[in-house]
C-alpha cells in the first residue's frame, strides 16, 4: 500500500482518498495546534517550511506525501510520546519531522523557509490590534 501511495505501482483510488483524507486533515488542523505550542518549538521553522513545500504545486507528489505524513504525525491528537509531557513531548515529532526533511531536503527552496520565517514572526508577536486585521488571512498559504 505504501508503494502505491508513493507511486511506485500506480495509484489505486482508495489511497488517493487516503491522501486526499490526510491532506484536508493537515491543512485543517495544523495552525491550531501550531498556535497552541509555537513559542515551546524548538523546530517551529522547520515545521513550517515543511508545511509550505508539502502544499506547494511546484512540490513532487512523492515528496508532498512524506511531508504530509510528517506533518499529519504532527497535529494527530496521540502519539508515540504525549505532546504534554514537559521537555520530551514534542521529540518524537521532532524526530518524524527531521527525518523526513533530511530526506527530501533537496525540493526545499528558500521561498519555503522564507515564508516560514514571516509566519513565525507574526505568529510570536502580540496580537494585532489593528483596523481591518483578519485572523483568518494571517496565515495565507494561497501562494502555495
Known amino acids: 500500500m505504501a508503494r502505491q501511495a508513493f507511486g511506485i505501482y500506480g ?28 513559542a515551546r518549538l524548538p523546530f517551529a521553522e522547520d515545521l513550517i517550511t515543511a508545511y509550505f513545500c508539502a502544499f506547494d504545486r511546484d512540490t513532487p507528489r512523492r515528496v508532498q506525501l512524506a511531508l504530509i505524513g510528517a506533518l499529519a504525525y504532527f497535529v494527530m491528537p496521540f502519539d508515540f510520546v504525549p505532546d504534554m ?38 505568529a510570536t508577536r502580540p496580537e494585532s490590534t489593528e483596523p481591518g486585521f483578519s485572523k483568518e488571512r494571517e496565515f495565507d498559504t494561497s501562494a502555495f
Open 85 to 122: 509531557l514537559p521537555l520530551i513531548g514534542f521529540t518524537d515529532d521532532a524526530a518524524v519531522l527531521a527525518t523526513a526533511i533530511r530526506l527530501v531536503s533537496v525540493h526545499i527552496r528558500p521561498q519555503h523557509r522564507e515564508a516560514a520565517r514571516r509566519v513565525l514572526a507574526r
Open 11 to 38: 495509484s489505486d483510488t482508495e489511497d488517493d482518498a487516503t491522501v486526499a483524507r490526510e491532506e484536508a486533515r493537515v491543512r485543517h488542523e495544523f495552525w491550531v495546534k501550531f498556535r497552541r505550542f509555537a
